[in-house]
């Protein structure tokens, strides 16, 4: 671990689109943490997936629609926040056009596999 901070500058970090509708950012990350954000146009639905990473998401504008596990959907707008568990399903639909924040723990180096 260091004792060093690095500024991570969202203007200079270029955006990914792993699948269309869905842009990413990857902003700051240590080895053990990893800060997103994501942009969905309306309309994206992102397949039905789990990960062992845990998953803290604050939504900053827009409406999703989430499903986790054998829980019934809820929505979520903007000022909301929820957290995935690590290994449990979960699908997001954006209802309108939306942006968020995701902290995963453990870092995920599958997302460093995509390039813009």
């Known amino acids: 671990m260091t004792n060093t901070v690095h500024l991570y500058q969202s203007a200079a970090v270029a955006e990914q689109s792993p699948e269309p509708g869905l842009f990413r950012k990857l902003l700051a990350q240590s080895p053990r943490l990893m800060l997103v954000e994501h942009r969905m146009v309306e309309g994206w639905s992102g397949a039905r997936h ?67």
């Open 50 to 116: 789990s990960h062992p990473h845990e998953q803290l998401v604050v939504v900053l504008e827009g409406r999703l629609r989430v499903v986790c596990g054998e829980e019934p959907a809820f929505f979520a707008v903007a000022g909301d926040s929820f957290v995935v568990p690590g290994g449990v399903d979960h699908q997001v639909t954006a209802l309108t056009p939306a942006r968020a924040l995701d902290v995963f723990t453990p870092f995920r180096d599958d997302y460093l596999e995509i390039k813009p």
